[in-house]
């Protein structure tokens, strides 16, 4: 584990937020990609987002399964990406879905109720709201979906969905996804597996755990039928998805919640059909390099969808994506 890495990945990132919760980047010119002209026809945007919670992100580089590998020749990507400060399930999911850091939601557990803040008791904390709250205040005619293995994220994080559904282990997880992917109209789809972070608890967090590692190649089997259920859609050919997939955060031990680099160490990929293979650390040195942060999942979201993030909702983290699809900045 490349320990000094990820503390200078974290300084870097977090410096600039001592000044700014609007700007983490300089503006780098925009790296623009060879693309062919559509046939005069525009491709509606959807996403999938995947959680392999518990995936360690330089051990998932390093494993490097099947569906993974087949996704990078076509995404932007890193296994050097940062998990927010607290590990904790609850607060590593709302940092993902909300676009702000641990502490400023303050939620820790799977009430999502943030807490009080200890040196101003009395007075209310900030009540932030996740994707699907913003998504059905200016985009209500999107139909969303969550398969989770978690009641709390399924019926309190993101209730806001068109359906949410709580499964029993990650396989009905796939089938249950595979299936919405068959039969309904999907325009933003959010997956969650805890295979991975339960033999992770179990074992360890290590590529000395074969637990572990079993269970990173069997989830990434599920991964991989759920883009074969998205490829077969009878509407793929009108449709543009942008496929995340990622994990919540890592472990160190038997354990996380803690904020050390093992615990923090993520990865993530960003998949297009028409993307080029671009992994994030080569862009180097700043201001071109793109040091991922969870927070940064919710603009790139939004992005995607052509949607405006509004000011009032005091996002921290920024978008990136542009910089390589300019061409999809259409009227």
């Known amino acids: 584990m490349k320990k000094r890495t990820y503390r200078w990945l974290a300084l870097v990132l977090f410096l600039p937020l001592l000044h700014t919760s609007c700007t983490r980047y300089e503006n780098p010119a925009p790296i623009f990609e060879e693309q062919e002209e559509d046939a005069g026809q525009s ?15 330089e051990i998932v580089g390093q494993v490097m399964p099947t569906h ?23 607060a590593s999911w709302m940092t993902m879905m909300a676009g702000v850091s641990s502490s400023s939601h303050r939620i820790e557990d799977d009430s999502f109720i943030p ?15 996740s994707l699907f709250s913003h998504l059905n205040a200016v985009a209500s005619s999107l139909r969303s979906y969550v398969v989770s293995r978690s009641e709390g994220i399924s019926n309190r994080l993101l209730a806001g969905a068109t359906e949410s559904f709580l499964e029993s282990s990650d396989e009905a997880v796939k089938n249950r996804v595979v299936s919405t992917l068959q039969t309904k109209t999907s325009d933003v789809v959010v ?3 805890t295979d991975v972070l339960a033999a992770g608890v179990t074992g ?30 009878g509407s793929y050919e009108q449709e543009d998805w942008l496929i995340i997939v990622t994990s919540n955060h890592g472990g160190i031990d038997r354990s996380y919640g803690g904020n050390s680099d093992l615990e ?9 059909k028409r993307f080029q293979q671009l992994d994030f650390t080569t862009l180097d040195p700043t201001p071109d390099a793109i040091f991922f942060h969870a927070v940064d999942f919710f603009p790139q979201i939004f992005y995607w969808l052509e949607l405006q993030t ?14 390589f699809e300019v ?4 009227p």
């Not at 200890?118 to 900030?126: C, E, K, Y």
């Not at 360890?204 to 859609?233: H, K, M």
């Open 43 to 57: 491709r509606r945007r959807k996403v999938l987002f995947i959680s392999i919670d518990g995936a360690g992100g």
């Open 68 to 90: 993974i590998a087949g996704l990078l020749p076509t995404s932007k990507y890193t296994f050097y990406g940062l998990a927010d400060e607290d590990t904790g399930d609850a």
């Open 115 to 129: 807490r009080p803040n200890p040196d101003n008791p009395h007075v209310s904390p900030d009540s932030y709201r």
């Open 191 to 193: 997956v969650q597996f």
């Open 204 to 233: 360890g967090f290590s590529v000395d755990n074969s637990d572990y590692i079993a269970a990173i190649e069997r989830v990434d089997g599920y991964v991989g039928e759920i883009l074969a259920a998205v490829a077969a859609r």
């Open 264 to 272: 923090r160490n993520t990865f993530v990929l960003f998949q297009n």
């Open 310 to 323: 509004q000011e009032s909702w005091n996002l921290e983290g920024q978008i990136f994506l542009n910089r």
């Open 327 to 330: 061409e999809f900045l259409h």
